[in-house]
Each structure stands twice: as structure tokens, then as C-alpha cells.
């Protein structure tokens, strides 16, 4: 911005008695509410007209402050930090309409602290007009494809409505790593049904021996087979594969595996490959 605010000046195409259009009631009313960042701006266009050998306009200084205002800056304590409604209303849309069709229930207090700086600076670039570069979009589109398709619909959507505009994909890979994060820190847990013949006994001591050795899974129940059979498409809904102790052919559209009561070695190995093509299948 001050490279090309400087060739503007030298070159000619911007004058003293220039009308900026752009600058209206809400630019002072920003420079109002962003007095730390005015004072920088007003220090950096003092200096390049001492720079230039021309007094620039006041106007100058509002356009670096919605630079400065747009930039992602840190703070110490961001629960010091006053958000618009706005702000606070897209935040939570977001992290909601991404929850709902990934169907992740994400830590919305611990997304909404981290997200919330970054909406601030992206409202205000948007209406600013202000475009950045992501160079890191190819590798985000690529490792969290799924995340990234999901979060592109809901924001869209979003600043669809409140603003009647669109994200190019720079902005959604930013956002896009604010949920790729939590669920690199949260993967979601992969649910199992323990199904046995009858034996309470012998179910109940498979379900400890499954969560021993895979305290990662989520055990949603233990049931008999027959109770499988009497609320089958409940159970199918609810489970991402079944482990059983009965031998039984195609007994549910879920991967089932076969082990032994006692969940022996062998098991142990092939559950860990049940794992593997789950998690390679985006579970």
C-alpha cells in the first residue's frame, strides 16, 4: 500500500486538491474507534510527507488505517478486545453451520476465542475491499479437501447474507485452518458395537479388553445378536464397524470383524487394520 501510495505521488497521479471519494462519515467514525492504529498511520503519513516533499492529504491516513485495521495483529490479552455483534454473530455462524454438516461437534468457546481475531480483520478487508494471498492454499486444499469443501459452503453462505459477496478461496484456506486444527488436536473418535451371543460375562470382558487396548475407540454398546437383529438400522446408524464373537454371514452393512472372546494378538492386529482403512476413509 505505500509503495503504490508513494509511485502515486511521484508520478504525478494523485494531487493536493485530488476528492477522495471513498473516505465517508464511517471511515472518521473508524478512525474514531481505532485511535491506537490512527496515531501509526498518522506518524507514517507525516513521515513520507516530509518524504515526498508534499503535505499528503488527511484522507492518506484513513486508507493506511483500514490497512492496519484489516492486518491480523496479536494481542496479549485478546479477552481485553471489544467485538461488534457482527462479529461476534458471524463467528458463531460459522463455527455452527461447519459443525452441522461435518457433523463435528467442536469446542465452540475454545473455536470461537481463536476464530473471533481472525473474522475482525477479514470483515474489515472485505468491506475495504482488500484482497490477500494465501500461499499456502494448494497444500490446505489438499490435505484437508473435506474440511475445506464444507468450510467454503457455510462461510459463503454467511457473507452471502450479510454482506451480498462471496470469499475467494485465499480467505476460506485461512479459515479452514482454524477447524483443520481442532480436529488434528480432537480427531473424532471411531465408534464400535461389541456384539456376542448371549454371555454377559464373556461381553462384558471383551468390552475391557477392547477399551485396554484401544482406549481411542468409542464403545457404544454390548448387545446380543438378537437385540442387533430386533433395532438393526438404530445400531447401523449409531456404529462405525462391529466387532463380534459370532460367525455369521453379511450380518450387518457395517464392517464387522470376527475375534475371539478372549481378544487375542491376532485380533489386536486385525483391528488395527480395521483402523487404518476406516481412518483412510475419512473416519
Do not use: W
Not at 473508524?30 to 498511520?41: P, V
Not at 465452540?108 to 473471533?116: A, R, V
Amino acid at each position: 500500500h505505500i509503495y503504490i501510495l508513494v509511485s502515486r505521488y511521484r508520478n504525478g497521479f494523485a494531487t493536493k486538491n485530488q476528492k477522495f471519494k471513498l473516505v465517508d462519515v464511517s471511515s472518521n467514525e473508524e478512525r474514531y474507534r481505532n485511535q491506537k492504529f490512527f496515531e501509526i498511520a498518522d506518524i507514517i503519513i507525516d513521515n513520507l510527507s516530509k518524504y515526498l516533499g508534499q503535505e499528503l492529504p488527511q484522507e492518506e491516513k484513513i486508507f493506511l488505517l483500514q490497512y492496519l485495521n484489516s492486518s491480523r495483529l496479536f494481542f496479549k490479552n485478546t479477552n481485553k478486545l471489544n467485538f461488534s455483534t457482527e462479529i461476534i454473530e458471524i463467528t458463531m455462524e460459522i463455527i455452527n453451520g461447519v459443525s452441522t454438516v461435518s457433523g463435528i461437534a467442536f469446542n465452540i468457546e475454545q473455536l470461537k476465542t481463536e476464530l473471533i481475531n481472525h473474522i475482525k480483520p477479514l470483515v474489515n478487508r472485505v468491506k475495504n475491499h482488500i484482497e490477500i494471498t494465501n500461499k499456502l492454499l494448494t497444500d490446505i486444499q489438499n490435505e484437508y479437501s473435506q474440511i475445506f469443501v464444507q468450510v467454503k459452503q457455510v462461510v459463503n453462505e454467511v457473507f452471502q447474507e450479510h454482506f451480498q459477496q462471496k470469499l475467494d478461496d485465499d480467505e476460506i484456506g485461512f479459515i479452514t485452518l482454524y477447524f483443520a486444527k481442532f480436529i488434528e488436536q480432537n480427531p473424532p473418535k471411531i465408534r464400535v458395537l461389541i456384539m456376542c451371543a448371549s454371555g454377559v460375562g464373556t461381553s462384558e470382558l471383551l468390552k475391557v479388553k477392547v477399551h485396554k487396548f484401544f482406549p481411542e475407540l468409542q464403545i457404544k454398546d454390548v448387545i446380543s445378536l438378537r437385540q442387533y437383529q430386533k433395532e438393526k438400522s438404530f445400531y447401523d446408524q449409531q456404529v462405525d464397524f462391529i466387532i463380534t464373537t459370532i460367525f455369521a454371514e453379511k450380518v450387518s452393512i457395517k464392517p464387522t470383524l470376527l475375534v475371539n472372546a478372549m481378544f487375542n494378538k491376532n485380533d489386536q492386529i486385525n483391528v488395527n487394520k480395521m483402523l487404518k482403512v476406516l481412518r483412510e476413509n475419512g473416519k
